[in-house]
């Protein structure tokens, strides 16, 4: 079914629902004779002609099940009709390609429905926004868009800004293009509830409303990653996570790794007791340069290196922080000493190396970190 896919929608233009249908068929394997019939097909004419042969299908280059709000029945009954009255909601398949994405719909029987389909370059992140919680006091600008697509493409709507620094969002019932957010810098995911759309940039978060797409909040102190993902988030249905780019003593709760970051009460006093023994020793030293007892020009006790050169970077990886995005506020989210930390409900050290990936589990109450490895 994946190759038939592949192969019967070569580069075809933007669109919406009413794409191309593809049925389903019983995978076979090819007999001894049939692959050396395939070989000679394709391998003889290119030894005497010396081109190789033309590939029409298409290369995919990410591949996801997406669960959202449009392979909900009970949200979109029209996929009753499209899919046979069948009960059971489709799957619903994202697909990458080298110039675009496409979105299908397959039911359980295997017949796969073309819903959308996006050619304007690479696609480097895509989510379909769920369907946002309505409160009497507030208003769905896009009810009659719904249900949206989130995309970051190579090309922005606008086709001026830089690669990668804008967010389209299109109408999967009309296939327009309804808003389009702008960044000054490349964007590398998204992510999405029913409350806010999370855009992560290379060392900052913005969150924006799900029902205006105005901003909401924002997060400047993430710890960048070396890779796979470069500013890893967790987004659950209330909690967002995200690597900080250092521990505050004075917000850290229980639990979390104690690494060569994260000092114990015996390595703390210890500290102390050499910042004592420093300090009494330069008196000393001071006391007899006065006296004319020591030579101008002898070693210090520590070494020539000075401590300014030495001096450890605030910066430290793996700090987690968790926060409520119902109540850290509009605004700058700030974890500092001088913030009385609004809205932080974890900060802590998860480990000794920077956080690659992160997510939270089915209740949506804990947070897993992986930790990253550097290239």
């Not at 304007?120 to 409160?135: C, F, K, Q, T, Y």
């Not at 855009?199 to 924006?208: N, S």
């Not at 990886?317 to 605004?331: A, F």
Request: hydrophobic share 35%.
């Amino acid at each position: 079914l994946g190759d038939r896919m592949a192969s019967e929608s070569p580069r075809r233009p933007s669109r919406c629902a009413g794409g191309v249908v593809v049925r389903a068929q019983a995978a076979t394997e090819q007999s001894y004779m049939e692959s050396v019939v395939t070989f000679l097909q394709d391998v003889v004419p290119q030894a005497y002609t010396g081109a190789p042969p033309t590939d029409e299908k298409e290369k995919i280059v990410w591949v996801r099940f997406e669960k959202a709000d449009i392979n909900d029945t009970s949200r979109s009954p029209e996929f009753l009709e499209m899919h046979s009255g069948s009960s059971d909601p489709p799957l619903c398949l994202m697909i990458g390609y080298a110039d675009g994405m496409q979105i299908w719909s397959i039911s359980l029987g295997g017949e796969a429905q073309e819903l959308f389909s996006v050619r304007h370059g690479p696609v480097r992140a895509a989510h379909i926004l769920p369907a946002p919680h309505i409160s009497p006091l507030m208003i769905d600008s896009f009810a009659d868009k719904r249900p949206l697509l989130g995309v970051c493409k190579s090309t922005g709507s606008s086709g001026t800004s830089p690669p990668y620094c804008c967010v389209d969002l299109y109408s999967l019932r009309t296939g327009e293009m309804v808003k389009s957010i702008q960044f000054k810098t490349p964007i590398y995911d998204l992510h999405c509830n029913r409350e806010i759309l999370v855009v992560a940039l290379q060392e900052k978060i913005a969150a924006f409303d799900s029902c205006t797409f105005t901003k909401k909040f924002f997060v400047t102190s993430c710890f960048p990653c070396p890779g796979p993902n470069l500013n890893p988030i967790a987004l659950g249905g209330r909690w967002l996570a995200y690597a900080e780019n250092k521990l505050i003593r004075c917000h850290q709760s229980r639990g979390g790794a104690c690494g060569d970051n994260a000092q114990s009460y015996t390595a703390t006093v210890i500290s102390a007791a050499k910042t004592l023994k420093t300090g009494l020793t330069m008196v000393g030293k001071v006391v007899t340069q006065l006296a004319g007892t020591l030579p101008t020009g002898a070693p210090d006790e520590e070494g020539a290196t000075p401590h300014s050169t030495t001096r450890r970077s605030p910066h430290a990886p793996g700090v987690i922080t968790v926060i409520d995005t119902h109540n850290v506020g509009e605004g700058q989210v700030l974890v500092s000493e001088d913030s009385d930390g609004e809205g932080v409900v974890a900060h802590f050290p998860a480990h000794d190396k920077p956080i690659s990936c992160m997510e939270f589990n089915p209740s949506g109450l804990d947070v897993g970190p992986t930790p990253g490895k550097q290239p």
